[in-house]
């Protein structure tokens, strides 16, 4: 039996397709390891079968995938949000610049998908953590206008504004100034 480190790089099996990617050990047990897929951005939870060493020459290259959490933005409790599905459970959770972690509903994930996919976005880069996990105002650029992601989840009744945003004048208005000017600011995804 190996036992695997918290934040150990190791090769994992993606449970949807079974062929092997690298991944982070981002919690584990005896025979549940929850990991982070560092070339694709998606997480699951597999088994120790479902997991190997990763050969030294492959844990040097940069990952591909850059976490991100959205800033300025906090979950509501579950409690505070209208429940639109009883049934629902989700194990997502989101941290905060409060430092505070919460989980965020079901339906706001839904609501994250229907705004954002298929899109142009940009985010706006607030604050770096650690490694390369980064604090973001995501956009949705369509044409000349741009929608901020963060302010539709609070006005869908998802998310709070958090009590000191980073750059709080930028927050308020939603703009985007100057960004697409500072390519080290912006990381603009195609749809």
Known sequence: LVVRACGELVA????????????KVVEADEDRIAVFFVDYGNAAVVTPRELRSLQQ????????AVECFL???TPLPYTEV???????????TAASSTGVTRRWHPQARKELQRLTAGKVLVAKVLTRQGNMRLEVDLFVVDGEDYTNIGSELVAAGFAQ???????????KADSLPATLDEPKK???VPG
Not at 12 to 23: H, I, S, T, V
Not at 57 to 64: A, I, N, S
Not at 82 to 92: G, L, V, W, Y
């Open 161 to 171: 504004p958090v009590a000191n945003p980073r750059f709080p004048e930028e927050a």
């Open 186 to 188: 912006a990381v603009i």
């Open 82 to 92: 209208k429940e639109k599905d009883a049934d629902a459970h989700d194990d997502s």
């Open 71 to 73: 800033g300025n933005i």
């Open 12 to 23: 994992a099996q993606f449970p949807e397709d079974g062929r092997w990617y690298r991944a």
């Open 57 to 64: 020459e492959f844990t040097h290259l940069p990952f591909q």
